[in-house]
């Protein structure tokens, strides 16, 4: 170690700035938009892309209150109103609850690592490509009148050909394949970010829980993902060629398709749940001053969860007729995974009682969530139990168990960590007072708009009608039940204002508004595209795992962009991964692969001409151009 | 490893009295790595799990509709004769060598042995097609007569698919290595398209069991 | 004109003796999850408040140090979930216990079997007690007698449907090639309303049918005039409009035993006048309402298999006595 002059120190890291700069520059170029490959601004897009398409569910979701508010009204035709109701379930569930975790796992995940970018950055941009086309695709469908109307479950046999002629479904299967595809490929990167880039130090036992839960979340996808994939494949052979698999009157079975789906089904619904987990022990630990109560029970929770979700999907088939020993043992699962989710919640509720909490806006939102998912979780228990559900099942009693789970886990608190994380990726704080005010006026509308949703499954209201008589009961349940849907689109309506107005004219959030201890608060607001100046180096061993950073990683060739791979237990440092600069091949496949699914919904010949022009693109991403690539290497001869 | 590597232009944090003894030099550090160590091989472990997750799902969509049936493959099918399938069968096993060879010729930096691997394995998947093509004809049956015939053609149609795209895969790295502009990236890339051959010739064990062994073993 | 349909089928409402809810059990199978729903609701609106009480105590907290040490915290999150595992293992016992109690494997000798076929989107009923000659056909309106078991052959004509009639029993789906069972029961008295509850297209909101619990004596004196496909004593009128049925494309589709009309696809109307409401429940049994939907069935229940039916204005009026005459 030599003594430099604060001249030098100066300079030279003035120098690394510079140079790291121009190695990781954002693309440049009229096309700049389309070859984008930072993890940062991917993440971003997911981000904006899937709050838009919150928004359309949610005008969908008021569209379809507005019918309900009275007997038999005529404000839509059945055939618009189940076009809209399946263009609700799917968006919220493919093109927003999905996406907008994963959109957050890429942005923080390396962040939280300490690392440079995601170790296949091509591969996340091109899905980010797939997923909007997919999401267009869908969306075509409904603004042309020929949207998917059979549930964003799709049953066969009405999904089937006999029962839905024309291309309405292919509309449907076809988006499926797209965003599945889309989120598999998220999937890969962030399994491979999260085991091969942690900062040295950080061994495995102590990532942080965020990071732990995407990584399950994304191995659930593995698994669950290609299943609904495979299925709604099988559903378009069958609607397109012919093939028989749904088909009962060949041999083919309507009822393989529920097992299909909702083997895919149930663990997508905590696939939206374990990342939000993650999210809320990063906001808890930073806004009650200490890490959270019992991490390694939270992680163990999280995995057997991961686990045990794959074992319940029987339970949306009660009332099909299947044997009563098979749905007792689902009954048992079912509640079983309660263990875990409540586990979870306990170790939340105990760091707040260990802690110093700081009611601050990201906090409030989290309490909203544990006070509601637990409404949910316990209607979900009681559903569990096959006499009770087969007189609650298709009621809008499931309506409001869904939606509490649903939106009282995934939703608030996705609300809360754009509070708490809004300010590192614009670099300006969200008004409080707003968000406030965003809070109430959600949790009252949600409660107003929800819980008396139990009542009316209770007094016989099947789901998915378009309309009801009168005198049975339900009138004023749904009116009251619309006026809240209401309420709660408002409180929603107010943080999208406050995202606005403070990306125009928010207070300046400097490096570290919260205080936190985590390292994606070490660097700008917003992060400058090499995200850390200094790579961090943790102290290793010790019970804590966001322990200030001890050190830095040195040697990097900053020319290139360089990665710092490690070893997938230990965290230490392995090899330099080198990944690739802006490239528009990401963008070129991920087009060509979405006309390619959607071509062949109109005339299934384009599979091959779809075939060969992926085919070109991947060799355009794989052929090797030594600009943004390795070093000249020469070959040894033995 | 052997690949001598260009000297480093500029390193980041180098050199000066910020340095404590927690800072760790990375400058020693390889730039390429095969195995469990290199982030594509992990990318293709991960996409062969989601492609055995399909596999599964295949599997379970034949035996729960089998079960539906009290004669198989249903009362008009007659199941195909084994000799293609099992021709076809007994080449993707072997493809497996050559591509091996290459992957392990590629870790140790030996090109032409490599070339080599890559250009026989390329040859053996062409032939595979062509005999996949041909078992397609032979089949008895069409994809929209009965569940059998569904299930056939779906299951083929889709390890089809794989094999097309690892064919042409294979196509690409010979090419890439014939031209001499293989880089790190590509070797790597050659120990990853063994593992992809590899899941194809594992995963056709149980679809050649199911779609023809067991059917003809019920017709006896 | 919308508002206007929207209003007549809004005073067509239905006579205040339906019942369609799970909250008033009429019969022992709906009585278990009415049952069950009130120990859930109480266990759990407790635990409710008892967990989100700890948290708000937990949240309002203005002091310095902190209030509990590390391994309290522990202690407490093992304790609930001790504690969690408990009462989910207690539910699940209840419930497995409960679930094979109403197991329908084991027939009865005096149940009543009926076989149920959803189609899109009406409900065809067969009485199928005794021999092939006593089998009874019709729709929509199914009438039991009570304290006895009915035996349910749940099918399906095309897409999935789900019976279900809240305040006598749990569902069941309707699956096409698969063939269900339910046994439920009423114990009083009383007109029940069900509704199909899975999806099935268009017209799933009105797929409505009416259960009509009755004693044992008027449900045999109802089964065996439904038996009787006699139409004697027909006026003049009657019989003009009996002419006019037979002509035009209802015979098509539906059956009016004791005529050749033998559609079969349709609801049977053989005694259509004895029944309180048509188009599977959605409007009230009236020679206006029934006008309406011969005329028009698409603007009441748009995308109904039932095509409009042009009637001219002088046939109308035999057609509905006719139609009335159907007791």
Known sequence: MTTASPQTIADGRERDRLILQQAWAPAAGPLRWFKEVNAQVIGRRYIITALIFFVLGGIEALLIRIQLARPENRFLNPDLYDQIFTLHGSTMMFLFAVPVMQGLGLYFVPLLLGARNVALPRLSAFSYYLYLCGGLFLYIGLLSNTGPDAGW???????????????????????????????????????????????????????????????????????????????????????????????SAEGGDPLLWQHLFWFFGHPDVYIVFIPPMGMAAEIISTFCGRPVVGYQAIVLAEISTGFLSFGLWVHHMFATGLPQLGTALFTAASMMIAIPTGMQIFCFIATFWTGRPRLDVPLLWISGFIATFIIGGFTGVMLASVPFDVQLHDTFFVVGHLHYVLIGATVFTVMGALYYWFPKISGRMLNSTLGVWSFWLSFIGFNLTFLPMHLLGLRGMPRRIYTYQPGLGWSNLNLLITVGAFILATGFFLTLLNMIKARANGKEAGMNPWKAKSLEWKTASPPPSYTFLDVPVLPSGGPSEDEEPEGVVRGFDASRRELLMTKVVDASPDYRHIVPGPSIWPFLLGLTSALTFAGIAFDVRWAAIGAVLCIIMLIGWFWPNGKSLTARTTWTTE | MVLAERKIAYCTNYMDNRMTQHDIDVSNLPTIAFGSRSPLWWAEM?????????????????????????????????????????????????????????????????????????????????????????????????WYSGVYGSLVWVIMGFHTILTIAATVWTGILLGITLGQKDRERQQMGIQINALYWGFLALSWIPFYVLLFVYPAALMV | MNCLLAFSLFAAVLPSTINQSALYP???????????????????????????GFMIVGLCYRGRATRISELAGEKAVATGAAFTAIILLALIVISSAIARDIATDQSQANELKVRVTGHQWWWEFQYQNGPADRFLTTANELHIPIGRPVRMEVRSGDVIHSFWVPSLSPKIDAIPDHFNEIVFQADKVGTY??????????????????????????????????????????SAEEQQGRQVFLSSPCVVCHTVRGTSAFGGIA?????????????????SNTPGNLSGWITDSQRVKPGTQMPPIDIASQDMQPLLSYLDALK
């Open chain 1, 153 to 247: 479950f799709a049953y066969t046999p009405l999904s089937g050909p006999q029962f839905s002629s024309g291309i309405r479904l292919d509309f449907w299967t076809q988006m499926i394949i797209c965003t599945n595809i889309s989120a598999l490929a998220v999937a890969v990167v962030i399994i491979v970010t999260a085991l091969k880039q942690k900062p040295p130090g950080m061994s495995l036992n102590r990532m942080p829980v965020f990071v732990w839960a995407m990584t399950i979340q994304s191995f659930m996808v593995l698994f669950a993902m290609p299943v609904v994939i495979s299925a709604a494949t099988m559903l378009f052979l069958d609607r397109s060629v012919g093939t028989n698999i749904f088909n």
């Open chain 2, 46 to 142: 991960l996409t062969i799990m989601m492609l055995s997750a399909v596999v599964a799902t295949l599997i379970a969509t034949y035996l729960y509709l089998r079960i539906g049936f009290s004669s198989w493959p249903g009362p008009d099918a007659v199941p195909p004769s084994l000799f293609l399938p099992t021709i076809c069968f007994v080449v993707l096993l072997i493809v497996v060598a050559p591509i091996y060879s290459a992957s392990k010729a590629a870790q140790r930096g030996e090109r032409q042995r490599s070339t080599h691997g890559l250009a026989i394995t390329f040859l053996l998947g062409i032939t595979f097609l062509v005999l996949r093509f041909s078992a397609f004809n032979e089949l008895g049956v069409r």
């Open chain 3, 26 to 52: 009429a019969g022992p199978q709906a009585a278990t999850p009415y049952y069950l729903w009130n120990v859930f609701a109480w266990v759990f609106g407790i635990l409710w408040v008892i967990v989100v």
């Open chain 3, 193 to 234: 309303r069900g509704q199909c509850a899975e999806f099935c297209g268009l017209q799933h909101a009105h797929m409505g049918f009416l259960v009509v619990a009755e004693t044992p004596a008027d449900f045999q004196k109802w089964f065996n005039h439904q038996l009787d496909p006699s139409q004697d004593n027909l």
């Open chain 3, 267 to 283: 609801p049977d109307l053989t005694h259509l006048a004895s029944r309180t409401t048509i188009a599977a429940a959605l409007l």
